[in-house]
């Protein structure tokens, strides 16, 4: 019983939490203990006169931070406009993409590593190629509304874009690199703006998290809405599958997260304890385990299946915007 339990602890401490924060850092924490590993800033190459408002503290704020399939790169999206691709060998910063495209709510790698997408708050994606850092192509998608996230689907073939404006659109990517994509279906329903859209594994099924309260899951060849997720008392901030597809975890400004049945859309599991906003709830540990972020600046480890806090995350002096279990389990979209 010794020998398994010093192999499970061992096992766990291969698991690193990364968090992103409004102070503008992004920490590296050990899972099993509540360790701080590193803590890390990005350089901004802005002046405080490019910055979106000068007087803004936040402005340097870290809101997403994005693995690559092999598991070799981290990039980090903030609020200045600058996406920066982290080494996750050496930790340090290898390329700093900046855009004219206003802050930046997401930053997400394609599957082939060598390009990331990100959204932004002046309602344009824009995809890089990373190592020249390069833009490939800007695309105008949501008539200047806030663009809150863009993802790309399993294989590459489309991206699915979210926007203040309540809308969920997909675009089909062109065999011309450097051409933006084209509009194929605009999916509507929710009536509050649209805070994340993710694919399913199998490139069938959008999952998006809104501000009207709810998280919805859509055909992505029709457009129809297939389901709703109903049960929040605040906007979803985030919405994301399980591996196997058997459920949905979602995270709300009510101060909670939420686990759902997929098939039923039956709420399972309440997740309480953050004392603010919680802005983004992920699996972790073989999705034995889930983590949360909030505005009350911590992280927490919870149980998936009994909701027990195991371990809270403190250390940022800010709102913690974005949390990612990396380690020897999978973890990506695309496994």
């Not at 509540?34 to 402005?59: I, K, N, V």
Request: aromatic fraction near 12%.
């Amino acid at each position: 019983a010794n020998i398994w339990k010093r192999r499970e602890a061992e096992r766990q401490d291969t698991y690193t939490l990364v968090t992103g924060s409004y102070d503008g850092t992004t920490k590296f924490w050990c899972l099993a203990t509540g360790r701080e590993r590193s803590s890390h800033r990005a350089f901004s190459p802005l002046t405080p006169a490019q910055r979106e408002d000068p007087e803004e503290d936040a402005s340097d704020a870290v809101m997403y931070a994005d693995l690559s399939k092999d598991g070799r790169y981290l990039v980090t999206a903030a609020y200045d406009g600058v996406a920066t691709v982290w080494c996750m060998r050496k930790n340090v910063a290898m390329a700093t993409l900046l855009g004219r495209e206003g802050g930046l709510y997401t930053a997400q790698f394609a599957p082939d590593g060598q390009h990331v997408l990100t959204a932004s708050a002046k309602g344009l994606a824009c995809l890089w190629h990373w190592p020249k850092q390069e833009v490939r192509w800007l695309l105008n998608g949501h008539e200047e509304s806030y663009m809150r996230c863009a993802s790309f689907s399993p294989d590459s073939t489309r991206i699915v874009t979210t926007s203040a404006d309540c809308s969920v659109r997909i675009w089909q990517l062109s065999d011309k690199s450097t051409e933006a994509p084209t509009l194929v279906r605009i999916l509507q329903g929710h009536w509050g703006w649209v805070n994340t859209a993710f694919f399913s594994l199998d490139g069938n099924l959008v999952l998006s998290a809104a501000a009207d309260k709810t998280a919805k899951i859509w055909c992505a060849h029709t457009g129809d809405c297939l389901k709703t997720f109903e049960g929040h008392y605040a906007y979803v901030r985030s919405a994301v599958f399980s591996l196997q597809q058997e459920y949905v975890l979602t995270a709300s400004s009510d101060w909670t997260a939420k686990l759902w049945k997929f098939g039923s859309g039956e709420c399972i599991q309440t997740y309480r304890g953050h004392a603010q906003w919680v802005n983004m709830a992920n699996f972790a540990a073989n999705e034995e385990k889930i983590v949360t972020c909030s505005r009350d600046c911590t992280a927490r480890l919870w149980m998936t299946q009994s909701g027990d806090c195991l371990r809270v995350f403190e250390g940022h002096k800010d709102f913690v915007m974005c949390s990612l279990v990396i380690g020897s389990a999978p973890r990506d979209r695309w496994q």
